[in-house]
């Protein structure tokens, strides 16, 4: 009895600490410093349209979306790709369980973004403050078998998130191409430097926690 035991405590460490490495690769520093560089170009794209632009941006959602729907894309295809990468390296399934495990996670918080994007659309610069919002708490349901810094990144999307909303829930009467702009260098704040600040963070851990 007591040999099962043993046995059994060794798969269930074993196990936790393939989901955390499954979860730590999935924000990896690689992948963050190709996220955050994209959402900086993607800010700068944004707001030199923006800069340009003397129409209400109620009648021009489309483009602020595309921009940003894009930078998710590259990060998404990224992640998508180092995650294949490793997978094949190690001869292991690129859908384990572990992953299984993050993605069930993270779904509840993606789902609530996407009907938020969908019925919100014509408010654009309301909603990058609930994606924030959503992303840091997706971040932190993973926290029972993510490592500390997964779990930090997302307290700082929610606190920048909570923080931007605050603002926008001032003056009602604010123009809407202010609020615009200021939504999309929110986005770039948090999207873009917090995960260049994870990438740099993280990078020599990675690095270190590879070698054996």
């Known amino acids: 009895m007591t040999t ?43 707001a030199a349209g923006l800069s340009k632009s003397t129409i209400d941006p109620l009648a021009t959602p489309l483009f602020f979306f595309g921009v940003w729907f894009g930078v998710l894309a590259v990060t998404a295809l990224t992640n ?35 009907i938020l994007t969908v ?13 924030m919002i959503l992303y840091g708490l997706g971040l932190l349901a993973t926290r029972y078998f993510a490592p500390r810094s997964i779990v930090l990144l ?24 202010i609020q615009l702009r200021t939504a999309n260098l929110a986005m770039g704040t948090t999207f873009g430097l917090f995960h260049l600040i994870y990438a740099a963070c993280t990078w020599p851990r990675k690095s270190a926690a590879g070698e054996p």
């Not at 931007?164 to 809407?176: C, E, K, R």
């Open 4 to 46: 099962r035991l043993e046995a059994e405590e060794n798969l269930r460490v074993i196990r936790s600490l393939m989901e955390r490495s499954t979860i730590y690769r999935a924000i990896s520093a690689p992948v963050a410093l190709a996220g955050g560089l994209a959402s900086l170009i993607g800010c700068g794209i944004v």
């Open 80 to 114: 998508a790709l180092f995650l294949w990468k490793e997978s094949t390296s190690r001869g292991a399934p690129f859908l384990s369980q572990g992953m299984r495990a993050a993605l069930s996670a993270l779904a509840p918080c993606w789902l609530v973004a996407a």
């Open 119 to 131: 019925f919100w659309i014509k408010i654009p610069w309301l909603l990058p403050m609930f994606w």
């Open 154 to 177: 997302g307290w700082a999307f929610v606190t920048g998130g909570l923080f931007s909303l605050l603002i926008f829930m001032g003056p009602a009467n604010q123009d809407h191409l």
